[in-house]
């Protein structure tokens, strides 16, 4: 069997301490997993999943407390140690190197053996035949990894965990970059890998995958247990109450916008395969969901409407003047700002501080016409902005890197309100954030659109478009494929459409 014999495990992560720079990142944090069981790991962003995962891994060393495997003391100081007793993670960031093969990056430990030649041949033949046992098969083990889509890099770092014989594996966020089909592969491989009795640590802020893969669910709050529980005794409201305090009818604020008359209408927009003859229009006030299935064309027609790609043929108008956007400086320019999908390379720069982050637009109101910043206005205008998003951090001088990924979010929303954007757009809001920061970024575009800002939110969580849209719009193969208004929005009306099945 390419997973290896069945194997069992009993994991205990008891009392950890975790400290960084004085900060308390888990406090008495306890943890206890079985072989044969996918155990859920959830809490808000900052609550200590990350940390606690990455003390099991060897990647930080405990202050203090104690780890068990099979009932023995397990003092893990690095990320081999770690390896060698059975434990992989596989990380939302891959670790794959890109130049190197498929089959180079998952049996890499072969390449470091002494001996005269690498056995390329058996090396090829191991790595086809577990991404074949994974249904991965039209994966060519010989393509560079660097060359590979995410969600297939992804599958080559859990091919390397399975090709250790790992009993423990963590997974953190893994169908953040797959597609349905796919999400549901990675499902079947982990019923797969739990039936041959594997321990799997599975963090997610999907309620939905929690209860639809998890035996049991362990929730960590300000880097403490807050409890653990078998997953038929704790239902999603329960669940969401554990985390973060609220119900989950909270998850959606009331949105108190007067709705006016069209602020942005694209028409018969053309750029590249993916976008073909878009036309649509959203009001001041409004927010307008955008959906369909991964591929559909969504994200490039927002690229284009904002300047990132260029537009082969349309027109767009704002506030009824037809305007141009060559650039995402002449949007910005224009009144219409984008939060992109991808927020750690194209919507904040890590290792940039908040305050220049939330001023980095084109035309900064702080900068005087000889170049020079009005220091002590620019601070306090990203003081109050942040205040209003209820951004956490210990001051707008720290890099915007050592924030959650919720805040993260929040301050690459900052720029596009301090530039007073008219029209805004959301591509992915809340992908990789927790309950609790989702309900502060709903509040967020609530506020703008009670403003008379225009809000657009590109969105594949079902629920998301369903509790926060005024309209929908689906697309289905780089087109429009239809509209819902308000009353009938429904997760089968909009499958429907995006499936292309609306008679």
Not at 135 to 164: H, N, T
Not at 239 to 249: A, D, H
Request: net charge negative; charged share 25%; hydrophobic share 45%.
């Amino acid at each position: 069997m390419p997973f290896g014999e069945e194997k069992q495990m009993h994991l205990s992560m008891l009392q950890i301490d975790k400290a960084f720079g004085g900060v308390a990142a888990l406090q008495g944090a306890s943890l206890e997993a079985f072989g044969g069981e996918v155990h859920g790991l959830m809490g808000e962003n900052g609550a200590g999943k990350s940390t606690l995962m990455k003390v099991l891994a060897g990647a930080y060393r405990r202050d203090s407390g104690e780890i068990r495997l099979d009932g023995q003391p397990a003092d893990i100081t690095s990320p081999h140690e770690a390896i060698i007793r059975g434990i992989s993670v596989i990380y939302q960031e891959f670790s794959l190197a890109g130049h190197l093969s498929v089959a180079e990056n998952v049996l890499i430990e072969e390449l470091g053996r002494p001996g005269i030649r690498v056995p390329w041949s058996e090396m090829v033949r191991r790595t086809r035949a577990l991404l074949s046992d994974m249904g991965f098969e039209d994966i060519d083990p010989m393509q560079p990894a660097g060359e590979l889509p995410v969600a297939y890099q992804q599958v080559v770092e859990i091919c390397k965990a399975l090709s250790r014989d790992s009993r423990i594996l963590v997974f953190d966020e893994p169908t953040a970059v797959l597609t349905r089909h796919e999400t549901e592969k990675l499902f079947r491989l982990i019923r797969l890998l739990r039936e041959r009795g594997v321990c799997i640590l599975y963090i997610s802020h999907r309620l939905e995958e929690i209860f639809t893969l998890c035996d049991r669910v362990t929730v960590l709050k300000d880097g403490q247990t807050v409890g653990s529980w078998p997953i038929d005794a704790i239902d999603q409201k329960g669940l969401v109450r554990q985390m973060i305090g609220r119900e989950l009818s909270d998850l959606f604020p009331p949105r108190k916008a007067t709705v006016g008359e069209a602020l942005l209408e694209v028409e018969g927009l053309n750029a590249g395969p993916m976008v073909r003859d878009v036309s649509f229009f959203v009001r001041a006030g409004e927010v307008l969901g955008v959906s369909g299935l991964v591929g559909a064309g969504r994200t490039e027609t927002m690229r284009a409407i904002f300047g990132a790609d260029p537009l082969q043929s349309g027109r767009i108008r704002l506030a009824g003047r037809e305007i141009v956007n060559a650039s995402p400086g002449e949007a910005v320019a224009n009144g219409i700002g984008m939060l992109p999908e991808d927020r750690k390379h194209q919507g904040v720069l890590l290792d940039l501080p908040i305050r220049i982050n939330a001023m980095m637009t084109p035309a900064n109101p702080f900068i005087s016409a000889f170049g020079f910043i009005r220091n002590r206005e620019e601070i306090a205008a990203v003081e109050e902005i942040a205040k209003g998003l209820r951004l956490k951090s210990a001051g707008i001088d720290i890099s915007a890197g050592t924030l959650s990924g919720g805040n993260q979010q929040k301050v690459a929303i900052m720029k596009w309100i301090a530039a007073k954007c008219r029209v805004l757009i959301f591509d992915e809001p809340t992908r990789g954030v927790d309950v609790g920061a989702k309900i502060e970024i709903y509040r967020v575009m609530n506020e703008l659109a009670e403003a008379g800002a225009a809000v657009i939110m590109v969105s594949s969580d079902m629920l998301e478009v369903i509790g926060m849209s005024d309209r929908v719009v689906v697309m289905r193969q780089g087109a429009v494929a239809g509209e819902l208004l308000k009353h009938q929005i429904s997760e089968e009306a909009i499958i429907d459409l995006a499936m292309g099945m609306e008679a």
